[in-house]
């Protein structure tokens, strides 16, 4: 154990007992007379796909578990909401394509937005994974839950879920009358009206529609045509029906379609104080000052539709529960794009076309067979079809005393399929001891039709090259846990986990040996929690250990090379993808939710992640094109903070005979970490802290109405950032100071 892990441990040994002390007389003062001073809620779950879903508090994994009401509560827009919550974990966009998200959890993620590139977090929706990056920061509205699982699931969800995964249920059809709406106003011209309604059509027939429009404009001012950038039009609509013939069969089938027509990335050229780029040398150009001013001669624009239809049924065999889901899911995504941030067209990525069709089924079995014994044992299926069309406008020098504009088309139609094997079991073997064993065998096939960019006719509709990649991987990634039942509410366990992450191909190859593809991530993760239940159910605190061993981490290169052509040319650079490095993570976490008196609610979250390489290859740190591994291995993370930290805390007022007045506020605090690669300054996040507060009044529980805030000191970040070779220095992303109001009223 690192000395930097073994003093976190320290620190959050010592926070506990503190925490306890701090909110403990408090517990234990007594109310007025006849005060029921309540207990915390119970969380169910059903990431862990047993027979019935369970408590959180009961599973032995590391989850932060939200269910619908903690959603509103926090008036949570999308996951990104939710993400800073979460100890260790970053659910955040990648902002160079809107809505492409960009998940961390535990110091492992992907940083870019290359479409071959797997993410190593998976989002589920509904059963079903979400194979395509473009539109994958799932919208929040209506859901029942979302379960945030850290460390590596690779037995039960796969390949692709070695940070972790995250599991989003929609809100299900009940025979129960249900119809609310919602309506937000805020700044930046901020206007949403969301519907649904609930109920059972039959006796053994109930339906569930649900309907959201969200507008936003962007908080982006472009300063060379006085447009917004980055808006947001968005239609959800999400039927859903369930039949349940008899008690032991139910089936219920969800579709969504949802289009979001709005603006581009806001890329935001910087000035380069070490090498300055182009922008500045030869064209003069000096950015905004401002944050939130930018000025691109692209306006550009990000469309996008998803059509989305799950399948779920349950038989119950009364000695065990058969369940199959299987789904569709189809996304149409157009951009064009100002990526170097300056009214000099320097690099644009303009009119791209890009789809994407993926179709799934995973068919199980989970039994308790007795009060001792319980398992999970199932097969998958997965398919998925991408095409990306993806052109070009970069500066090519003056010519004649103007610019020469290179105009250059791509083209990437890759196919793959997964199938897989799983089972998980557990066995109390002794009084209070529980083992685990589990595993998932996969085999996964990657086939790709590559044509660089100068080889395609700017519409994509015919090429002169297509470079053909074809490969195969197999994997075998088990689990082992023993837990201890220490109490009543009190659970300690350990286990031992691996997950695994494909191999990818290179979609912005420039020649057939960059193609790849590069060889599987796997991680090995060894995990120590405490999970507790404490004073009647009025104090839950958890924490978790863990250290991982990452091999053949998969990172995006640029590589030197003579560019193919007549006559002589000089080198260039490009884009390589390589299982380049090896790196060792340890870190610790602390979750706390008291309820201090029947009206005082708190929340912590804390989190320590402590990554760092123990073998670089193929990286170019100093600049003079050779690559130095002793330098590249003690480079950061990137992307990944040191110290993650959110508190928030709930107030609740009576004022009358039902009626209510909620006081809340809350702080998630991320430390300073490296956005690129190269851990360059000029492109480094700072510590900052998002200050979010509300106040709501409702009339028993038919409406409600609030005043909300987000980012209230409107602190300055960024969510990613590039530094293109002689081009340019870029920065995306972050979001202002908003406030508004949002009236609910259900009957």
């Known amino acids: 154990m690192s000395p930097q892990l073994r003093a976190a441990v320290a620190r959050a040994l010592l926070c506990a007992p503190v925490a306890f002390l701090a909110v403990g007389p408090v517990l234990a003062a007594p109310g007025p007379a006849g005060e029921d001073a309540g207990q915390l809620a119970e969380v169910v779950v059903t990431s862990q796909k047993m027979a019935e879903g369970v408590d959180v508090q009961s599973v032995p994994a590391a989850i932060t578990a939200f269910d619908g009401a903690a959603i509103e509560r926090n008036f949570a827009v999308d996951l990104r909401d939710l993400g800073r919550l979460t100890p260790n974990v970053q659910l955040n966009q990648v902002s160079t394509f809107n809505g492409y998200a960009n998940f961390y959890v535990r110091g492992i993620g992907i940083n870019g937005s290359t479409r071959t590139v797997d993410p190593a977090v998976g989002l589920f929706v509904d059963g079903l994974y979400v194979g395509f990056g473009p539109s994958s920061l799932v919208d929040t509205f209506d ?418 090379f003579d560019p193919d052509g007549p006559g002589p040319q000089p080198p260039t650079s490009g884009q390589v993808v390589r299982s380049a490095a090896s790196a060792t993570i340890q870190g610790v976490e602390l979750e706390l939710n008291a309820l201090v008196s029947a009206a005082f609610t708190v929340d912590l979250a804390l989190g320590y992640t402590d990554a760092k390489y123990d073998e670089f290859g193929g990286t170019d740190v100093t600049g003079d094109g050779v690559p130095d591994p002793a330098l590249a291995k003690e480079l950061e993370f990137e992307k990944v903070p040191e110290f993650t930290g959110y508190l928030g805390a709930n107030y609740v007022i009576p004022v009358g005979t039902g009626d209510t007045v909620t006081l809340r506020g809350s702080y998630a605090y991320t430390s300073k970490f490296y956005t690129d690669q190269l851990n360059r300054p000029w492109l480094a996040q700072d510590a900052y802290g998002l200050l979010d507060a509300s106040v709501t009044f409702a009339r028993g529980e038919s409406w409600q109405v609030s005043l909300w805030g987000k980012n209230l000191s409107d602190e300055e970040y960024i969510d990613f950032a590039a530094d293109v070779g002689t081009l340019g220095s870029w920065v995306f992303g972050g979001e202002p100071r908003r406030y508004g109001v949002e009236f609910r009223y259900s009957f």
Not at 234 to 246: A, D, E, G, H, N
Request: charge should be neutral.
């Open 143 to 560: 859901l029942a839950s979302v379960e945030v699982l850290r460390g590596p699931q690779g037995t039960l969800f796969g390949r692709n879920v070695t940070g972790g995964a995250v599991v989003v249920n929609t809100a299900r059809p009940t025979q129960e009358f249900e119809a609310k709406t919602k309506v937000t106003w805020g700044n930046y011209d901020r206007f949403d009206v969301a519907a649904s309604v609930n109920g059972g059509l039959t006796e053994t027939v109930a339906a569930r529609l649900s309907a959201i429009y969200q507008h936003q404009k962007g908080y982006f001012e472009n300063l060379e045509n006085g447009r917004t950038k980055a808006d947001k039009n968005l239609t959800l609509v999400r039927p859903s029906i369930k039949f349940t013939p008899s008690e032991n069969f139910d089936l219920t089938l969800i579709g969504e379609w949802q289009q979001n027509k709005g603006g581009p990335a806001t890329s935001q050229n910087i000035v380069n104080p070490v090498f300055p780029k182009l922008a500045q040398t030869l064209f003069n150009y000096t950015p905004p000052a401002d944050k939130y001013d930018v000025r691109h001669n692209l306006q550009g624009y990000s469309n996008s539709e998803v059509k989305q239809l799950a399948l779920e049924a349950n038989w119950n065999l009364g000695h065990g529960l058969v369940t199959a889901v299987t789904g569709w899911r189809d996304v149409t995504f157009d951009s064009s794009t100002d990526f170097d941030g300056s009214p000099i067209t320097l690099f644009h990525f303009r009119d791209n076309r890009e789809s994407q069709d993926q179709k799934s089924l995973e068919l199980r079995y989970a039994s308790s067979f007795s009060d001792t014994w319980r398992f999970t044992t199932g097969v998958y299926w997965f398919d998925q079809s991408f095409f990306v069309g993806e052109r070009r406008e970069t500066f090519g020098g003056i010519v004649g005393g103007v610019p020469n504009i290179v105009n250059t088309a791509g083209v990437v139609n890759q196919d793959q399929s997964n199938v897989a094997v799983f089972a998980e079991g557990s066995v109390d073997f002794a009084p209070a001891w529980t083992l685990t064993l589990g595993g998932r065998y996969t085999k996964e096939e990657k086939e790709i039709v590559f044509s660089p960019p100068g080889r395609c006719t700017l519409d994509f509709s015919s090429c002169t090259l297509a470079l053909p990649g074809k490969r195969d991987w197999s994997n075998f990634s088990p689990k082992v846990g023993l837990n201890w039942k220490a109490a009543e509410d009190v659970l300690a366990y350990a286990s031992w986990t691996r997950g695994f992450r494909s191999g990818v191909f290179n979609q912005r190859a420039q020649r057939v040996e960059f193609l790849g593809p590069s060889e599987p991530e796997v991680v090995d993760s060894y995990e120590l929690g405490l999970k507790s239940t404490l004073l009647e159910r009025r104090l839950r605190v958890n924490a978790a250990v863990f250290s991982m061993k990452y091999d053949d981490i998969q990172k995006i290169l640029n590589e030197s």
